[in-house]
């Protein structure tokens, strides 16, 4: 059984870096074509697709974010890290990280929602 | 990017009537490579459809998906309590990722 969950702080100050940290299990991120994603929610944008942390390291990240996203792998934990720097009151949103199998987002965590707020 | 357009933005229908959702696309999905999401107030989605057509595990079979290229449908029969939520396109075909903006399903 696949399970997923967000964790880290739901307040940010502006021009701060935002850490997230994905812990799973059911699957290992050794195993070809698995995934994780982070993908964000507002009432102002929608769903919004930022990363994708991939088996083989071949990430890809949302051009849209301008290369303040990167996602990492902490293998000795079953963790993913999102960063995102720089972040303003605009990233307010709900984070979800969700596992892929092949490129389809199949399970989502329960999501932590983030303001961004001085 | 694939820019996803759902339609309508709101249905609104009875328990027992058929829902039949629209997702276009603004150029081809290859491979259909199109999902659709169920959403419930404070709750995170979850796949319902996968590749256009396939159901993702535990989804009864009221539930189909349908369609190719631009066009894409997601059909719910016979619609029960359960299923009144917003509903989200998905296409994973080219980064990056984009979803629609969702359809919500409102007791009539």
Known sequence: QITLKESGPTLVKPTETLTLTCTFSGFSLSTEFEGVNWIRQSPKRGLEWLALFYWNEDNRYNPSLKNRVTVTKDSSKSQVVFTMTDVDPDDTATYYCAHSSGWTTDLWGQGIPVTVSS | ?108
């Open chain 2, 1 to 108: 990017e694939i820019v996803l357009t759902q339609s309508p933005g709101t249905l609104s229908l009875s328990p027992g009537e058929r829902a039949t959702l629209s997702c276009r696309a603004s150029e081809n999905v290859g491979n259909n490579y199109l999902g659709w999401h169920q959403q419930k107030p404070g709750q995170a989605p979850r796949l319902i459809i996968e590749d256009a057509s396939i159901r993702a595990t535990g989804i009864p079979d009221r539930f189909s998906g349908s369609g190719s290229g631009t066009d894409f449908t997601l059909t719910i029969n016979k619609l029960e309590p359960d299923d009144f939520a917003v509903y989200y396109c998905q296409q994973y075909a080219r980064s990056p990722i984009t979803f629609g903006g969702g359809t919500k399903i409102e007791i009539k």
